[in-house]
């Protein structure tokens, strides 16, 4: 049965400077778990990614809220990076490896890193609403430290 | 971000310290570009990553942009002491097909032909 | 005149575990301003005090919520811990050093050390309510980084 | 957090790693205390500190708890190694009164009078 050992929800304006907040505090969280050194670069990437888009495209400018929220079971970490700006018009095209919105700034792989490194990710997004990036990632190796 | 741009002969050798995200991306972009558009003997690239601990996908656009400018003096680029967990964000997205990868200065200079 | 120039909100349930994720976490916030290492681990402490009090006297083995916010405006750090926990009947006298009301367990000494390692200490608390540290300190040194 | 205990003549030696804090402190309370009650013949208490690089004051409870006991055994505390943030935190508590401090195990083993 799945329990839901530890949470943390974490809010912050949608500054650049906050990208490298999150992804080493989600980094420390999942820490609780054994992953391993590799397996937590992967999961600062995606928190990353999530985060960078959300500032980038979410809100494109004007300053908007992000909550990164993680939930520690005893087996994997489920993440969600969540913003309230414009949204994704078509999901599946935004998963698509070089498609951007953004083509003179961005290379297009910012959702393709956050597939390739996390074990799940869904999108909730509509356009006007705002993004929601749901990601699962479980240790390879073993169980939560005693 | 720490940045740090010298002259080697017809190499630009930029030495990055910090984590390389949207964050620090527009800093290292303008300091470089400034250091090309300066230097117009200037044909090849060679970053020093040593003191990169971190790099995302913002940070590989900062890489490509230059590496466009670089292809158009006909030069190389070359990333010097990536340690593992960038040289490895550097692999998956495919950046060996457009520059070369060294451990030593000597190695990045004989690499873009000791020019 | 002050402006906000960043802020983070942290919200987790009041296990032992996250006390060093809060400590962490705000050290790693407060880096923005440019604080030693010796005023960085000042923080951590007081941080751990803050968060170790509302799990051991704010809800005294059951669980709760604990809500972390961080303000950085360009001068100074302003950290709020607070709890919806039991409260706090005498401000003054929990203040006092070695006053503690677990004797056999405590030394006394946390809410000692806040003040000593933060500028400012304010306590807002009411029996049955719950207790909210809020605190301030500042650089010593410098500016925010540019 | 890392424990490892071993006993040198009258002396038990407590090495610790990682944070000590409330998450961490009561498992080196039982670690500890189960040692001192197995070896009737120890006096003294040296805790290396060397790879502890946090404490605070659930953590210096686990320190003063374990001095009563040697205490009552008439036995010395030694803080061996602490590293910067860790001893001051320990002074501000007026530690040094309790126990003594140590750079080397040599030393700390003089302290207690080398029995
Ligand atoms: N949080 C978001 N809000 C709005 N649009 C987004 C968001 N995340 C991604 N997108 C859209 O999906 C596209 C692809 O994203 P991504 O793969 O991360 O590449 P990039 O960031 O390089 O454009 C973006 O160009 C943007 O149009
Ligand atoms: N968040 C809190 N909720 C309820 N009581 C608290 C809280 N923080 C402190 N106290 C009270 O104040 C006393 C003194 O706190 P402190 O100086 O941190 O020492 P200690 O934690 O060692 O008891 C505690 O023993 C407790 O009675």
Redesign the pocket.
């Given at each position: 049965m799945e329990t839901v050992e530890n949470k943390v929800v974490m809010r912050f304006p949608s500054k650049a400077a906050n990208i490298g907040f999150a992804r080493t505090a989600v980094a420390l969280f999942a820490s609780q778990l054994e992953f391993t050194l590799d397996e937590l670069d992967e999961i600062k990437i995606a928190v990353s990614?999530a985060v960078s888009?959300?500032v980038?495209?979410?809100y494109k400018g004007t300053e908007g809220e992000i909550t990164v929220t993680c939930r520690l079971t005893n087996d994997r970490l489920e993440i969600t990076v969540k913003?309230e700006?414009?949204?994704?018009a078509d999901v599946e095209q935004?998963l698509e490896p070089a498609?951007?919105?953004?083509p003179e700034e961005?290379?297009?792989?910012?959702?393709?890193f956050v597939r390739e490194y996390m074990d799940k990710l869904e999108i909730d997004s509509e356009p006007g609403r705002g993004?929601s990036l749901f990601m699962i990632k479980s240790p390879t190796q073993a169980r939560v430290h005693s | 971000m720490d940045i740090e741009i010298r002259r080697k002969g017809r190499a630009l050798i930029v030495s990055l310290g910090g984590e390389l995200d949207l964050a620090t991306a527009a800093e290292v972009k303008e300091r470089v570009d400034a250091a090309l558009a300066e230097n117009s003997k200037v044909h090849h690239l060679i970053w020093d990553l040593e003191n990169v601990d971190f790099i995302d996908?913002s940070g590989l656009g900062v890489l490509l942009g230059r590496y466009k400018q670089i292809q158009a003096r006909a030069g190389k680029v070359v990333a010097l002491k990536a340690v593992d967990p960038v040289r490895r964000v550097l692999r998956m997205a495919g950046m060996e097909r457009i520059m070369q990868f060294a451990d030593t200065e000597e190695q990045a200079l004989a690499q873009i032909g000791g020019r």
């Amino acid at each position: 049965m799945e329990t839901v050992e530890n949470k943390v929800v974490m809010r912050f304006p949608s500054k650049a400077a906050n990208i490298g907040f999150a992804r080493t505090a989600v980094a420390l969280f999942a820490s609780q778990l054994e992953f391993t050194l590799d397996e937590l670069d992967e999961i600062k990437i995606a928190v990353s990614e999530a985060v960078s888009n959300a500032v980038i495209h979410g809100y494109k400018g004007t300053e908007g809220e992000i909550t990164v929220t993680c939930r520690l079971t005893n087996d994997r970490l489920e993440i969600t990076v969540k913003d309230e700006g414009r949204g994704i018009a078509d999901v599946e095209q935004a998963l698509e490896p070089a498609f951007t919105t953004e083509p003179e700034e961005r290379m297009g792989l910012g959702l393709v890193f956050v597939r390739e490194y996390m074990d799940k990710l869904e999108i909730d997004s509509e356009p006007g609403r705002g993004t929601s990036l749901f990601m699962i990632k479980s240790p390879t190796q073993a169980r939560v430290h005693s | 971000m720490d940045i740090e741009i010298r002259r080697k002969g017809r190499a630009l050798i930029v030495s990055l310290g910090g984590e390389l995200d949207l964050a620090t991306a527009a800093e290292v972009k303008e300091r470089v570009d400034a250091a090309l558009a300066e230097n117009s003997k200037v044909h090849h690239l060679i970053w020093d990553l040593e003191n990169v601990d971190f790099i995302d996908s913002s940070g590989l656009g900062v890489l490509l942009g230059r590496y466009k400018q670089i292809q158009a003096r006909a030069g190389k680029v070359v990333a010097l002491k990536a340690v593992d967990p960038v040289r490895r964000v550097l692999r998956m997205a495919g950046m060996e097909r457009i520059m070369q990868f060294a451990d030593t200065e000597e190695q990045a200079l004989a690499q873009i032909g000791g020019r």
